[in-house]
């Protein structure tokens, strides 16, 4: 399997397309993996060279130092220590929800390596301090699996339950799996998080891509962004809600590829 050392941390990663392409990462959302990527990887994987991770405390990633009070920033030093493991220069930069907000803090941070941002499902700050700590005290006292089928409402649309039901039972199955010490970790980082002063700073072509049905980050954290990040564009997706990537493969591929192949272009026309 693919560990690597980053710092205080052994992380987990995941790298397929041509050798020689440019670079796509990917980072995930809370309680999530590399997973969440699946419909993703083959189409990107024509085209670039995919980076999957799996984020500090989630998946097969180790949670580092305890007691360590992790942080957006922490989390984006993370990514840039696992390009540095990987000898990866710069990337295009796709995060949703946590890592739109881990995306966002590395552009900001690392401007020389982000060749093109995508931020999903995202916002400068995410919800309010009671619903974060309402939701650590839940799954501290009861465990994850208390706050799944919430969650899922939350994540899908009620047409997906409907009409895709396997996936979401998935994705509820992946979140149940979750470390809650990198679950409890990642909500006081966003909890604590906002990222305006960081947006406004943000260079790289950007492209937001908000779910039309989703109640976490809706179009209107989206269109805040925008406003922030000079010369973003917005894609909103119908019938999708926060794990837009899943719900809506094709639209969401096609909007996302469609922007990077024209950063790319737009890149090499400048360099010559």
């Known amino acids: 399997m693919p560990f690597v050392r ?8 995941e790298l397929s397309g041509p050798s020689g392409a440019p670079v796509v990462a990917f980072a995930n959302s ?5 997973h969440i990527w699946d419909a993703q990887r083959d189409a990107f994987a024509r085209t670039f060279r995919v980076l999957r991770y799996d984020m500090r405390g989630h998946g ?4 580092g130092t305890p007691g360590r009070v992790i942080s957006i920033a922490t989390l984006a030093d993370d990514l840039a220590a696992l390009l540095d493991a990987l000898a990866i220069p710069s990337v295009r930069l796709v995060g949703l929800s946590i890592g ?14 982000v060749d093109a941002l995508v931020l999903c499902a995202t916002g400068s700050r995410i919800g309010t301090s009671e619903v974060w700590q309402t939701r650590i005290a839940t799954v501290e006292r009861e465990g994850i699996g208390a706050i799944v089928e919430a ?5 899908f649309t009620p047409r997906a339950h409907r009409e895709q039901p396997v996936l979401v039972a998935g994705f509820a199955t992946m979140l149940a799996r979750a470390p809650l010490s990198g679950y409890v970790a990642g909500c006081r980082a966003i909890e604590v998080a ?9 260079t790289a072509p950007t492209l937001v891509v908000a779910g039309a049905g989703d109640v976490v980050t809706p179009p209107a954290s989206g269109e805040e962004l925008c406003a922030l ?17 899943a719900e809506q493969p094709a639209a969401f591929d096609a909007a996302v590829l469609g922007f990077l192949s024209g950063a790319r272009a737009a890149r090499n026309g400048a360099a010559r």
């Open 151 to 155: 969650t899922m409402e939350r994540w």
């Open 30 to 34: 809370l309680g999530t993996n590399v």
């Open 6 to 13: 980053t710092g205080d941390l052994v992380t987990y990663y």
């Open 229 to 245: 990040i000079g010369g973003a564009e917005l894609v909103v997706l119908d019938d999708a809600a926060h794990i837009l990537c």
């Open 194 to 202: 906002d990222l305006r002063a960081d947006d406004a700073g943000i």
């Open 100 to 113: 739109g907000m881990v995306a966002q803090r590395f552009a900001a941070a690392y401007p020389h390596r």
């Open 60 to 63: 097969l990633t180790s949670a």
